[in-house]
């Protein structure tokens, strides 16, 4: 599209929305503070550098075989650049424990330290992004029974104890070297495939390490821990430890941040109604935002109603400072790079829609009990003109705009990632 017709979408649209009382300016500002927390594992379908051979478990797949996955940091690394080039905004990335610099070293998952993660650090002050971590309880033999921190094993307890230790102190290092708080995130994948009967054990098994281990303090300053919950995962169908109530027992109980991943849920409940309860219980909130087909499928995050609801809960409980917004998806059976960007950007859009909304107007509606003109508002929202305003925020800050990035990804897949066998 040519700067002038995108500049008179631009106007055009920013006038409708004014008619409506919404300031357009604004909502670009809001959302241009958003910095989305970019899993670093998609780029390589959660394998890391621990262990090149290494098999992804825990209960999570990534299905697929598309050719082009990053083999290296080198790899990795080009490959964030590539996406932070096609999208708008300042963002961090989000890595996990078996993504260290080990210098073709095998380093098991207890000894891991800050040292490990010096070149991402250094590397990401260069590019310009901030950091986050993720412990690594899975792809391990250590968790092949199903049960890390949980099990009744006291060795293989005191083994995850430590990596969730050495975890802390590398995301704290990370959190005081960029000037900006690391958020931590703790998913362990401890379930079972069948009727578990120790219920109540592994449960108590499992609090007993976190609370052992999240008994040192560090400054909030440089690091932010947070727990994930789930409901069921591959060969754990039946049980799984940090379930949503263990784990919302936990935060509440610890005042700590509590993640929800948009996978981790019944089929037909959704993250988003969560919000503005856990907003009053927790200090803040960590979100996986991810697609569900079914499952926990982790599919590539587009702009369904669900993720709109999700956005529209954020922004209508006036605390989205409070909601650090991530994703976590994995899909190998398409270009990765174009994975990346379609789901930022189709975050970006939804929470884009939602800062356009002219929740003040709906509030009176309600307030009024004048609940059709609330619906019928609500219908009409959703075919305003929002996207003349990405377009125009894309362009000013020099990225792609429209479909002018499919182009880019092609020619970086036809130069680079093809020839990666
Ligand atoms: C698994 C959790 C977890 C992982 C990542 C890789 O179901 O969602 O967050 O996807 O840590
Ligand atoms: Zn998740």
């Known amino acids: 599209m040519k700067e002038e017709q995108l500049k008179k979408a631009y106007e055009d649209a920013k006038a409708q929305y004014a008619s409506l009382g919404v300031d357009v300016d604004k909502a670009v500002e809001k959302l241009n503070n958003l910095s989305i927390s ?5 780029a390589d379908d959660v394998l890391g550098f621990e262990n090149p051979d290494g098999e992804l478990t825990g209960g999570i797949k990534a299905t697929g075989n598309f050719p082009g996955k990053a083999r290296n940091i080198e790899e990795i690394r080009k490959d964030y650049e590539k996406v932070l080039s096609l999208i708008p905004g300042i963002h961090r990335i989000s890595l996990h424990a078996i993504y ?26 260069k590019v310009g992004v901030k950091l986050d971590f993720n412990s690594t309880f899975f792809s391990h033999e250590k ?36 000037g900006s708080p690391c958020v931590h995130n703790i998913w362990l994948p401890d379930g079972e495939k069948d009727k578990t009967v120790s219920r109540f054990a592994h449960r108590q098994l499992m609090k007993e390490g976190l609370d052992e281990v999240l008994s040192e303090k560090f400054s909030s300053e440089y690091l932010k821990d947070c727990v994930e919950c789930k409901l069921f995962g591959i060969g754990s169908e039946s049980y799984v430890v940090g379930s949503h109530e263990f784990y919302m027992g936990y935060a509440v109980k610890n005042n700590m941040m509590l993640t929800l991943d948009a996978g981790h849920v019944h089929p037909t409940e959704s993250i988003a109604d969560k919000i503005s309860s856990m907003l009053l219980f927790v200090p803040e909130l960590n979100l996986h935002v991810s697609r569900p087909e079914r499952w926990d499928s982790d599919h590539v995050v587009t702009m369904t109603d669900e993720l709109m609801a999700l956005t529209q809960e954020i922004v209508r409980s006036g605390h989205a400072d409070r909601v650090n917004v991530g994703l976590d998806y994995f899909d190998a059976s398409i270009n990765r790079i174009g994975a990346y960007v379609v789901g930022i950007r189709s975050t970006q859009r939804a929470m884009l829609q939602a800062l356009l909304e002219p929740t003040e107007k709906l509030r009176e509606f309600e307030m009024q009990d004048k609940n059709f003109q609330r619906m019928a508002y609500l219908e009409e929202l959703k075919s305003m003109p929002w996207n003349a305003i990405y377009n125009y925020y894309c362009q000013q800050q020099g990225v792609p705009v429209g479909d002018a990035y499919i182009k880019v990804i092609e020619e970086y897949e036809e130069q680079v990632t093809s020839k990666r066998v």
Not at 38 to 42: A, G, L, M, V, Y
Not at 101 to 124: C, L, M, N, T, Y
Not at 155 to 173: D, G, S, T, V
Request: net charge positive.
């Open 100 to 125: 260290g610099d080990f210098g073709g070293e095998f380093v098991d998952r207890d000894q891991i330290e800050p040292k490990h993660f010096q070149s991402w650090i250094d590397w990401a002050k």
């Open 143 to 178: 968790s092949s029974s199903g049960y890390t921190l949980s099990n009744f094993d006291p060795e293989i307890r005191k083994f995850w104890k430590a990596h969730l230790r050495q975890c802390r102190k590398i995301a704290a290092e990370i959190g005081r070297q960029q």
């Open 38 to 42: 970019i899993h670093c594992w998609q």
